[in-house]
């Protein structure tokens, strides 16, 4: 994705302080989805002998009182209180040391390692089994009672998990893939609750989530849990061949977004889905639904979805999630015309500030689960009011008065993902050379020299770039102030950069203001001035690294952020001194150090530590050091000529596709003629630190 040094902490933070009412506010579902949400209790049971069930990696042993779960006629799982124990192994590797530390530093449970498994044993007392697709569980047992409190108060707890939504994914199984095994285990334990899910429809992993209470000082989640991942093991893909996962694809999204008070938005988003999968019935995104500010209660609230004769669709949509039925089976290659009509007070100012936005990947729009979902030709109309204005993605189409409106529409001509908006109070000042107009805005104030600052190192940048990664993509760039500090980010055509860009110094007071707000959660942060020239160099590096080529999973992220980072060093190198460059080495270099045996490059998402920096930190390491310093190892094998052939032909190969990181090596060993399979295994998808003079 897009860089941003602090998104880790701020994505945590988003997590533990915003959209955990979603389940309690939610609208009904429609009639066919409520019965994928309730199910009935059917005769209790209890037997004295051990009873076992298994699926996938999973296996669960059971004494003492349960109860089918019904829907109609048919059992679809099971309700448990008694004695029991889950075996959980994690047969993907890769994973290993992850999820090993992962749950040590949550929990203080162990993995007991086999060659290159992982097994951990969980002890519960409670469990709610969700099987739809496999045949009844064949136990039998004498007549029991008293199971349907104990039941009720069970799915209550579990009702109030953020992000968590079952029943989506039973809807999902049952009209698209009825065939394929899914697999829901809810546990509670004398310690710890976990989850258990084996999901080969929607996300295509089998994982093991730990859930956590929300801290006490947020009163409005009081009664509210998230789920910490400890473990994903990938189904019907490998990543290491650079499997990817897409079931529909988004091709094109044009939204229409109209706010009178930069707090009520009206939006119409029409989308371009094209499946992939044939027979689809049920398409899930991810969309916003509850956000709680810390201050107050906002709703997105959508009203209405229809298909391109018009025809009302019915639609399930709370806790962050949406699933849309269609009125007949899709067929693959056959493209259909979704419109969402939604409404709510979801724009929000961070601080009371004069600006909101709609971010990157933010589920603002109906937003499919996987990256390799995500490829669309993008048109938007923006309308705001007062001295408020719009910045977004796409060469500018219009940008004037539309009555009491402030309108500016954009349209990209290649596909894109990650579209942001952002309106705020903002002066803007622009250039055009050589064909590109680039535009600064500044927040809240003339920027003077810095807009000028600004602009000239970016006309540098880019005309440097366009020597080996080829022309700038776009026929425009907006450099757009935040008014907040230490993190760039870059959605197609824009950059977002905080507040030393235009003031060249630290605040110190606010810098200890976000400090203090991570520490809140058992964090620490460092507080130290960002080198804004070479953010600047890594995030436009971002036109090419995330936006001309993709990434197209959580795997692949090393993409944006390594490719980026190095090519920003080399901006360095080449307009400042060699000593940049190698400074930059020595800092990737002991950075990598540092984290290296947490886990492997392509798994940097997946570290997660009770400490919020620790797991930053790791993560930042992985992707924003060792990734590069793969790179320079690479570099200094190959020299300047083979490096940069394959930097260029690696944006022309893959312009606008997905790139999986297995071909960006294939391409390299065509080049080379030389097989790179093992550096691959070792440095990339293993721990192992590569040489680096």
């Not at 993008?378 to 309308?383: K, M, N, Q, T």
Request: charged fraction near 25%; glycine fraction near 8%; hydrophobic fraction near 35%.
């Amino acid at each position: 994705m897009p860089w941003s040094p602090l998104l880790p902490i701020r994505r945590a933070l988003r997590v533990l302080a915003t959209l955990s009412a979603g389940l309690l506010a939610a609208q009904s579902p429609a009639p066919w989805f409520s019965q994928h949400e309730q199910f009935q209790l059917g005769p209790a049971r209890q037997s004295p002998e051990v009873r076992t069930f298994s699926l996938g990696h999973a296996k669960f042993t059971f004494t003492g009182r349960w109860a089918p779960l019904l829907r109609g006629d048919r059992e679809i799982g099971l309700f448990l209180e008694g004695k029991g124990e889950l075996e959980y192994v994690s047969a993907y590797e890769p994973e290993g040391p992850v999820f090993s530390r992962n749950l040590k530093d949550a929990t203080s449970l162990v993995t007991v390692p086999s060659g290159s498994t992982q097994t951990l044993r969980l002890p519960f007392t409670r469990a709610r089994l969700l099987t739809p697709s496999g045949a009844p569980i064949p136990w039998v047992g004498v007549e029991a009672s008293g199971l349907e409190e104990p039941r009720k108060a069970f799915e209550d707890r579990w009702r109030k998990v953020d992000g968590y939504r079952p029943s989506q994914l039973l809807a999902s199984q049952a009209a698209n893939a009825p065939d394929r095994p899914v697999g829901i285990l809810e546990l509670e334990g004398p310690d710890w609750n976990f989850l258990y899910r084996y999901d080969s429809v929607n996300s295509g992993v089998e994982r093991l989530d730990l859930q956590r209470p929300f801290p006490k000082s947020l009163d409005a989640l009081k009664g509210w849990s998230y789920l910490l991942p400890m473990s994903s093991q990938p189904l019907g893909r490998d990543p290491k061949k650079g499997g990817l996962l897409a079931r529909f694809a988004l091709s094109a999204l044009d939204v229409d977004l109209r706010t009178e008070d930069n707090r009520q938005a009206t939006v119409v988003v029409q989308e371009r889905i094209l499946p992939i999968q044939d027979g689809l019935r049920v398409l899930p995104f991810e969309f916003l639904s509850d956000i709680a500010t810390g201050t107050d209660q906002r709703k997105l609230t959508l009203t209405r979805v229809t298909d391109a004769q018009g025809n009302a669709l019915e639609f399930s949509h709370a806790n962050d999630h949406l699933a849309v039925r269609l009125n007949g089976p899709a067929k693959a290659g056959e493209p259909l015309l979704l419109k969402f009509e939604y409404q709510g007070d979801f724009l929000v100012s961070p601080r009371g500030d004069n600006f909101w936005q709609l971010g990157v990947r933010g589920s603002w729009y109906p937003q499919p689960e996987h990256m390799a979902e995500e490829s669309y030709l993008f048109h938007a109309s923006v309308r705001t009011k007062g001295d408020w204005h719009a910045f977004l993605p796409g060469d500018t189409v219009r940008r004037e008065k539309d009555g009491a409106w402030n309108l500016v529409e954009t349209r990209s001509t290649q596909p894109i993902c990650f579209a942001t908006i952002l309106g705020g109070k903002y002066f803007t000042e622009e250039e055009t050379r050589e064909g590109l107009t680039i535009r600064v805005a500044s927040y809240a104030f003339k920027g003077g020299q810095a807009l000028k600052v600004i602009k000239d190192q970016a006309f540098n940048v880019l005309r440097y770039y366009r020597n080996f990664l080829g022309p700038y993509p776009f026929k425009e760039l907006t450099i757009v102030e935040k008014n907040e500090w230490g993190y760039g980010q870059a959605p197609p055509g824009m950059t977002y950069i905080t507040r030393e860009a235009f003031e060249q110094i630290s605040n110190i007071r606010n810098m200890q203001e976000f400090a203090d707000l991570v520490g809140e959660f058992g964090g620490r942060v460092s507080i130290q001035t960002m080198d804004v020239r070479h953010v600047l160099a890594h995030e436009l590096a971002h036109q090419y690294w995330g936006t001309v080529v993709k990434m197209g999973s959580p795997e692949d992220q090393w993409i944006t952020e390594s490719f980026a980072d190095y090519c920003a060093a080399l901006y360095e190198r080449d307009f400042k001194s060699q000593g940049h460059y190698n400074r930059n080495v020595a800092q990737w270099k002991r950075a990598a150090t540092e984290v290296h045996e947490a886990g492997p490059i392509p798994l940097a998402n997946e570290v997660r530590r009770k400490d919020g920096y620790e797991g930053f930190k790791i993560r930042t390491g992985l992707l924003y050091s060792k990734g590069p310093l793969l790179l320079t190892s690479l570099h200094q094998e190959l020299g300047d000529q083979v490096f940069f052939t394959w930097l260029k032909s690696t944006q022309t190969n893959f312009r606008w596709k997905f790139a999986p990181t297995r071909r960006i090596f294939d391409l390299l060993g065509f080049i080379t003629k030389k097989d790179y399979t093992v550096f691959y295994e070792t440095y990339f998808w293993g721990t192992a630190l590569p040489p680096v003079k």
